[in-house]
């Protein structure tokens, strides 16, 4: 249980939110890549 609580409020830190939505940006910056030279 404290661990899971750990997990949730680490996710939440505003650092841990830039890092996902940079990685998300990446992943669909690729994706457009991708598609673009298929």
């Known amino acids: 249980m ?3 609580n ?3 409020s ?3 830190s505003p ?3 830039l890092q996902l939505s940079m990685n ?3 992943k669909a910056e690729n ?3 991708f598609y673009k030279y298929d």
């Open 2 to 4: 404290a661990k899971g």
């Open 6 to 8: 750990k997990v949730n």
């Open 10 to 12: 680490e996710k939440n």
């Open 15 to 17: 650092a841990i939110r």
């Open 24 to 26: 998300t940006q990446l």
């Open 31 to 33: 994706k457009f890549t």
